[in-house]
């Protein structure tokens, strides 16, 4: 089916939802700190008369959408916060606080969940109940934890929950979801290694905590490889690595930082475990005091099976190309947090241009990253096309 094929029963609404969206992305806010974006989506709500519940978590709004007399319900999700990041893009929307960017597409997102509030509250083929939940800071500091936490399913029950992500490694037109394991469990580990610290030409009189660091950084490199089973899938990466000030000192101390990505609870437990006895054994043989501190920060994102088929079924059915992915990605997201506690299903709408310049297509978290405005009537479709199938039309 052509893109505008499966445009034309929103069309109408697209001049004002392509304005929204710019708007957005020119006045980006950062995680928890999104109240002009949570009133632009509280008022879009108002206005359609839904019933409107606002600082939820924080910054969260929820508008439910009620008709016929069903007692099902279904919750849509969009993140609404930007990125610490300085935009180096020149569009006339591009960001006006300076370093911070929509640079993950949540603009898309909140004006998708805001057009498809407007197509349902007019269409109205559905029997339950909507809620359309609008989250604040999905970029590393859980405002979906925090929105669950402030009691979200209790006060907005939701038999299932479903949320898109835009996907610019996917073409536009297309779309893909999978059973199980879509995104990666996040954990974040720092280490601190402490000797005394002491003359660089007397190395007896001190534990080199430099020399440990660097022995430490090699031997977790080796835990993915030879701890977890080949068949399954798992990433460790250290991305910080600090100590020393002087060419002629040792340093007292020493830090590293990095993150660790996993699909299933066993792996992630195995590799916490194998880090930490990693840590204690250069610790010993090295002779420096070591300190460990390991942070679960998201889980992996698990789709459950039967509603990542209606997932599917719903992007086919407005005319997606849309297939199973083959395989997840390590990237992670908070809507976790949600399918922990209800079933439901995470989908990556493609918005890759046919001709993306001669950059080529701006991936996630870019610093010339923009949300592709073409993707906003086919995020729009499969968020209806979800709730009118969840809720038996
Ligand atoms: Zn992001
Ligand atoms: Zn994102």
Known sequence: MSLDAIAAPVADLLPDLVALRRDLHAHPELAFEERRTAGVAAQALRLLGLEVHEG????????????????????LRADMDALPMVELGRAAHASRTQGVHHGCGH????????????????????????HFIFQPAEEGK?????????????RFPCDSVYALHNWPDLPLGTAQTRAGPIMAAAD???????????????????????????QLVAQLHTIVSRRIDPGESAVLSVTRLEGGHSHNVLPAEVSITGTVRSFDLAS?????????????????????????RYVRYYPATLNTP??????????RAVGLQADMAPR????????????????????????????????????LHHPCYDFNDDALPLGVRWLCEVAERALDR
């Open 56 to 75: 939820l978590g924080g910054t969260g709004v929820v508008g439910t959408l009620r008709c016929g007399s069903g007692a099902r319900s279904v919750g």
């Open 107 to 130: 603009d898309g997102h909140t004006s998708m969940l805001i057009g498809a509030a407007r197509q349902l509250a007019r269409t109205r083929r559905f029997d339950g109940t909507v």
């Open 142 to 154: 859980g405002g979906a934890r925090a929105m669950i936490e402030d009691g979200l399913f209790e």
């Open 188 to 214: 974040r580990f720092d280490i601190v290694l402490r000797g005394r610290g002491g003359h660089a030409a007397q190395p007896h009189h001190t534990p080199d905590a430099i020399l440990a660091a660097s």
């Open 268 to 292: 992630q437990d195995r590799i916490e475990a194998a880090l930490r006895t990693t840590v204690d054994g250069v610790a010993l043989a090295s002779g420096v005091q070591a300190e460990v």
């Open 306 to 315: 039967e509603e990542a088929a209606l997932a599917l079924a719903a992007a």
């Open 328 to 363: 997840a990605a390590f990237t992670s997201e908070d809507f976790a947090f949600m399918l922990q506690r209800r079933p439901g299903a995470y989908l990556w709408l493609g918005q890759g241009r046919a001709d993306p310049g001669a950059d080529g297509e701006r991936p």
